[in-house]
Every structure is written in C-alpha cells, then in structure tokens.
C-alpha cells in the first residue's frame, strides 16, 4: 500500500486523537459546549445527508425523529426510570421503526411532494406533543432528573458521548458508501426509474436509507434531551435544527461523506461566535440571516459545497476528452471493433 | 481475445434451459386513451423478437407492462408458466429480464465500473450491507466492457461518453445481471450506421450464447436483418406476427404504416 493511500484512509485518526485529547488539557466549559453541539449537529447532519445527500430525498422529518426522540426518551426516563446515556440506541430504534411506517407512506412521492410530507410528520409529532397533555406535559414540557455525578465531568461526558455518535455515524456513512446498498441509494438518487429496471430494490433501499437517517436524528434528540434536563415541543421541534442539518450539509457537500462534518465545523463555531461581533440584542437575528446568505452563497457559487469544489479545483484532473472508439471498415466481426487486443 | 471467449460464462444459460414470454390479452388505458387493447404475442425462447408498429402503437407500452413499469388493466404476461405482470421491475430483474430505456439512461455521475456492478444479481443482508464491489464483478465487468469496446472507460465518469458509448455501456450493464431474455427499446434509435452495425454484430453474438431479445425498433433495415419473428403492433393490437418476409408482405401492415 503505498504512502498516499495509508495517509488517503488514516488521515482521520490525527483530528480524533485530538478531540479525543482536548477535554484533557482544560477545555473551558463554553468551549465543551460549543464543541458538543458541533459534534451533534454533525452526527445529525451526517445522518440526514443519508436520505438527502446519497438518496437526494430531501426530508424534512429528521427534525420530528430528533423531537420524537427527545421525548420517547424522556418519558422513558421520567416514567420507568431508563437512563437516557443507556437507552438512546433503543430509542433510535424505536423511531427508525415509526420511519420505516412513516417511510412506507411519504417515500412513494418525491420532490416537493416529499418535502411536504415529511414537514408535516414533523408537525403532526409536535402537535401531538403539544396536545397529549397527560403525557408530555404539554407545552410545559417535561422536566429530567439531573445526573447523579460531578458537574465537572458531565461536560466531558456529553462531550465523549456525541463525539462517539458522531464516529459512528461517519463509520456507517463510509461503509454505506462502499457497500451494494450505497451504490444502489446513488443510482436511486440519479435516477430512480433506471434504478429499479436495474434491479435495485427503490423501495426498500429508500425506507432502510429513511430509517438510518432517522436512528441518528433520535439518538441526538435523545441525548440532547438528557443535556438540557427538559424537552418542550417549541425546543424539541425548532425549525433552525432541521435547516442547520440541511445548511451544513449543502455547504460541505452533499453526498459525501466528510461534506456535512466539514459544514457543521465550519458553520457552527461562526455563527457561536457571532455573539462576539454583534451586539448581543440582535445576535440571533443575524445568525439567522447568516444561515440563509450561507445558502444563497453556496446554491449560486457552489451548488456542489465546498469539498467538492475544492477537490476540483486542486485534486482532480480535467474530465478526459475522448477519442472517438476506433472502427476498421469491413471488419468481419463488427463487435470486435474498439477493442485494445 | 475472441468475443466467444470473452462471453464464455458469463451468460449462464443451459441449453433447453431458457424461458419463453408469453403475453396473453393485455389491455393498458391511460385515462381515455387505450394503448394496448387484448395484445397477444410471443416471444420464443433463444430468438429474437422485433415489435414494430407506427407511433402510438403501443410499443413501450408493451413494452413498460412486460417489464413490470406499468401493471396492465386486463390480462397477463408469462414468463415460462410463471404470471410476472404485477411485479415490480426489480424482481422482474431477478427473473433474469433484463431492459434498456428508448431514451439512453446510464447514471451519469456514477463511473462506468459503477453502472455496470448497480445491475448484479445479489441478494442477502451480507452481500447487501457489507460487500463492495468484488474483484470477480470487476472482472465480469471488465469482460463485458472489453465486448462491447469500452474497457478503456472502466473508471471514468459515464456522463463523458458520447451518446453512442452510453447506449453501448446501456447494454453491457444490463449483461450484468446475467440476462436470459433482454428487451431492448429502439436500440438503433439516434446510432450513425457504423455503430447500428456494431450493435447488431452484439445482439447477434448474445442470441447466439442463448440469450433471448425482445427489441422495439424503428430501423427497418435493423429489424429485418436480425429479427427471426416480427411482430406488428397498431392501435393496441397485434395485426400480424411472423417471420420478416411474411410481415412484409402482410398487406394489414402495409396499410397501418402507409394508409389506403
């Protein structure tokens, strides 16, 4: 193996070993947080660029799976006492389930149609949430039990926790990328009708796709739940988390795997820092802002985000310009032609 | 190496071992407008089958109902003694039922290695979840690219071929899924003569290794060079079907291609 290649496949380890190191050497407790929200917007962008990127479905959903999973969560913790740190896998579960029911249904349409749907299983979850008063608390949410142990180390414990979810959900990307089904969810998303008369199961290549993206939208909704020690339905369902997750994944690169973690790094440490710019009074209007000139700047000069971009621009060569197959007149065996015997 | 080599094993069919298609009384209407109504033909194993007829025949209706892209309103379509219509076109796919599209459809954005492994006939959670491509499907791609001239393009992005390399790559895919019958829309359709040549020295290589073709054409001079059985669509139904001196001959279908 040569040395471009073991850099081409290791080179993640380095940034790791360094995130892994820096609660370590005394990362102040701001720095935790905003490090902590990175890594979940991250995990949760990479989870929808499954379903948005690789499939080019674009859902709206994620943001009900990450509400759905706060509160299953949460009623998980407050009414048998489950520990959310333990139960977040089960509850992602729980709702890739509801996304293969919901999934069945919504991913027969596309496009617009598709969108619509999914933003209306988001608020027909958050409806519920507001309205099943005897179990959610209605809109004065649901209060959690603190964590039993030193305020000092939950940071680093939400911190370690994300950064995990957020390893997996790159470790899953990257398989998926390699693996059969990867291939078929792209053929999918370049043209689904060529896809099927392939051989590609559409069907239940887009449901299992749904149904992963929606795992990691859950798990993070669930931990977050745990990290606020509250869930309400304006907090559990807030518009900004579904298009932070679709924003960073269109500025990093849709599609691939490392475009929606470069996104979620670039674009949520700038808009944090916001608050160091602008007076504080207008911060959340003009981080609002930002998001949608973040946008219009990457849908008019990047359609393709910024990873893609940069790697043709400096790494890869020009597309080939091919020379017409040569053909040998009166050549007994037209199939032979063009061949390099 | 000779075609016969390149090919050898890589389309599977045993002798006596293939499957004829059967469509029995097919009716497709979109909303008023009846584009097939009780169309009844076959297409014998190991031959190859044309489907002609003027525009709006009903052709790529058949077509799609054959291939499982469109359910049809009445009857049904056999493949051996097994019912398919109502299938999805993927499981279609499975049944060895291969198609190619009128309109050239490769996956542009995709390299050629990529759109000829999409079509391989794999199932199970292992193979599905954990495998990429296996070095024996880059090798069967790799053959079937070097058959149909285009082995130099393996990695290369499909949306830089030209048209006539995409149909070709069109067709080399769909050998992919090891097919025992394939259904071919208007394969002639947009070629320069050079290539309609070479496409059909293809099909005739593949009839020849056992592989049955049902083709919707408009090149005349293509269908009754390759064709053995021709069959006549017009307005929904079949007005003839039989060898291509026979058909041409048929004054019905003089008549639905020139008028009184």
Known sequence: MSARRVLAIAWPVLPLVILVALPFNGLNGYLLALLYYTFTYAAMSVGWNIIGGYTGYISLANLGFFGLGSYVAGLMLTHLGWPILLTSPLVGIICALVAAAIGWVALRTRGPSFVIVTLAFTFIVQFLALNLKGITGGSAGLYLPLLTMDPLLLGDLFYYYMLGVLVLAIAVAIGIRRSRFGLGLIAIREDEGKAEGSGVNTSLFKIVAFMISAWFAAVAGAIHAQYLNYVDPDLAFELIIMLYMIVMTLLGSRGTVWGPVLGAFLLFPLQESLVYWVPPAIAGEVHLALLGVVLVLVARFMPNGLLVTVQNLIGRPPPPRWEPVPVVAGEPTPARAGRDE | ?260
């Open chain 2, 1 to 260: 190496m000779s075609s016969n080599q390149l090919l050898e094993g890589l389309i599977p069919i045993a002798e006596g071992a293939s499957r004829s298609l059967h469509v029995r009384d097919v009716d497709k209407s979109f909303g008023g407008v009846r584009a097939l109504q009780s169309c009844t033909f076959d297409v014998s194993a190991r031959k190859i089958t044309a489907l002609i007829g003027p525009n709006g025949s009903g052709k790529t209706t058949a077509f799609n109902c054959i291939s499982g892209f469109y359910v049809p309103d009445r009857g049904a379509v056999m493949l051996g003694d097994r019912k398919i219509s109502g299938w999805s076109p993927s499981r279609i796919v499975h049944q060895r039922v291969a198609r190619t599209f009128q309109i050239t459809r490769v996956f542009k954005r995709m390299s050629v290695l990529e759109n000829m492994v999409v079509p391989v006939r794999r199932t199970g959670l292992k193979a599905m979840f954990w495998d990429g491509i296996q070095g024996h499907e880059r090798a069967r791609a790799e053959r079937l690219l070097e058959f149909v001239g285009l082995s130099h393009f393996i990695d290369s992005e499909a949306g830089h071929l030209s048209f006539g390399q995409q149909k070709l790559l069109e067709l080399a895919a769909a050998l992919m899924a090891e097919p025992e019958i394939m259904l071919l829309d208007e394969p002639s359709g947009g070629l320069n003569p050079i290539m309609i040549d070479r496409l059909a020295g293809y099909i005739r290589e593949l009839n020849q290794l056992g592989v049955t073709f049902l083709i919707v054409e408009h090149n005349m001079g293509f269908v009754m060079r390759l064709a053995d059985d021709v069959v006549v669509l017009h307005q929904g139904s079949v007005i003839s079907h039989g060898r291509p001196a026979e058909v041409r001959a048929d004054p019905a279908v003089l008549e639905a291609y020139l008028g009184n």
